[in-house]
């Protein structure tokens, strides 16, 4: 069995597209997903809502069999998962107990219940657990695994955190073609070079081509990223996120926050120092 694959879900669209996009990637991996769904009721304010004992137990029993059935329906082994707690503790429970390779979620084209809680947490996927995350656009090209992967690199060196160091597995069940971003700006020129060669310093990849560098030239790096990933016909977008940009207000203004909010295709964002 491969590394389990965590998928933040609820009833909506954008999840459901998580989820088979979640399965797509299993199989190759021969991985299990596991649908990880947060209970409402208890997350809404007590001050407004007053809820009998009885009728959440009941409507919490509704929800565990509602997902075991979109658990069933998935073409690869499934677990249901749910939860009562706040997200970053649910997050942190999934995480010390299936290790997940990534953790999943969808992104909708209209921001709903989940999209509204990670964005007014500031994505503690990110900041807190700092594990790494892949975040699928509602009406991303679906089903199927990427064959073209677009790596996004600023020039600066890194260091990958513990959790994000080995994405190879994925890699290796993808096996997909790698394209290098580079975006070069007014305050950030000359480093192409630079960007591949923190990638294979960091071993993001076994093999990458010393063609693989693709530089546009843009005052926005978000949409010089963008711009490039649509270059090379990217189906998969992989940033690296430094903590200073996860930090409070700063993750809002940061690249990666406006490439997550505006990508059409699936990202993989991996944390590093």
Same mark, same amino acid.
């Given at each position: 069995?491969?590394?389990?694959?965590? *998928?933040?879900?609820?009833?909506?669209?954008?999840?459901?597209?998580? &989820?088979? $996009?979640?399965?797509?990637?299993?199989?190759?991996?021969?991985?299990? #997903?596991?649908?990880?769904?947060? $209970?409402?009721?208890?997350?809404?304010?007590?001050?407004?809502?007053?809820?009998?004992?009885?009728?959440?137990?009941?409507?919490?029993?509704?929800?565990?069999?509602?997902?075991?059935?979109?658990?069933?329906?998935?073409?690869?082994?499934?677990?249901?998962? =749910?939860?009562?707690?706040?997200?970053?503790?649910?997050?942190?429970?999934?995480?010390?107990?299936?290790?997940?390779? *990534? =953790?999943?979620?969808?992104?909708?084209?209209?921001?709903? !219940?989940?999209?509204?809680?990670?964005?007014?947490?500031?994505?503690?996927?990110?900041? %807190? =657990?700092? $594990?790494?995350?892949?975040?699928?656009?509602?009406?991303?090209?679906?089903?199927?695994?990427?064959?073209?992967?677009?790596?996004?690199?600023?020039?600066?060196? !890194?260091?990958?955190?513990?959790?994000?160091?080995?994405?190879?597995?994925?890699?290796?069940?993808?096996?997909?073609?790698?394209? #290098?971003? %580079?975006?070069?700006?007014?305050?950030?020129?000359?480093?192409?070079?630079?960007?591949?060669?923190?990638?294979?310093?960091?071993?993001?990849?076994?093999?990458?081509?010393?063609?693989?560098? $693709?530089?546009?030239? %843009?005052?926005?790096?978000?949409?010089?990223? =963008?711009?490039?990933?649509?270059?090379?016909?990217?189906?998969? &977008?992989?940033?690296?996120?430094?903590?200073?940009?996860?930090?409070?207000?700063?993750? %809002?203004?940061?690249?990666?926050?406006?490439?997550?909010?505006?990508?059409?295709?699936?990202? &993989? #964002?991996?944390?590093?120092?």
């Amino acid at each position: 069995m491969g590394p389990n694959l965590v *998928v933040l879900t609820d009833f909506s669209e954008s999840s459901r597209q998580a &989820l088979a $996009y979640a399965a797509a990637l299993a199989q190759p991996l021969q991985s299990k #997903v596991v649908l990880l769904h947060l $209970y409402q009721d208890v997350l809404l304010d007590p001050e407004y809502v007053m809820i009998p004992a009885a009728a959440a137990i009941r409507s919490q029993r509704e929800t565990r069999n509602a997902l075991e059935k979109m658990a069933e329906e998935l073409p690869v082994p499934a677990a249901v998962e =749910l939860s009562v707690n706040t997200l970053a503790e649910t997050l942190a429970d999934a995480i010390a107990r299936y290790h997940p390779l *990534v =953790l999943i979620c969808g992104r909708a084209a209209t921001p709903d !219940f989940l999209d509204q809680l990670l964005g007014d947490q500031a994505l503690p996927v990110l900041r %807190h =657990l700092r $594990y790494p995350l892949l975040m699928v656009p509602e009406g991303s090209p679906m089903p199927g695994t990427p064959t073209r992967v677009a790596l996004a690199a600023d020039g600066e060196p !890194f260091t990958f955190r513990d959790n994000a160091m080995d994405m190879h597995p994925l890699w290796e069940a993808l096996r997909a073609t790698f394209s #290098v971003l %580079h975006v070069e700006t007014e305050e950030q020129y000359d480093r192409a070079r630079t960007a591949v060669n923190s990638l294979r310093h960091n071993h993001l990849v076994k093999d990458l081509s010393p063609d693989s560098l $693709y530089t546009v030239h %843009h005052t926005s790096p978000a949409t010089g990223i =963008l711009q490039a990933a649509a270059d090379t016909q990217a189906e998969l &977008l992989v940033l690296m996120a430094r903590e200073r940009s996860l930090l409070g207000g700063l993750f %809002h203004r940061s690249v990666t926050a406006q490439v997550l909010q505006r990508s059409p295709v699936p990202v &993989l #964002v991996l944390p590093v120092m």
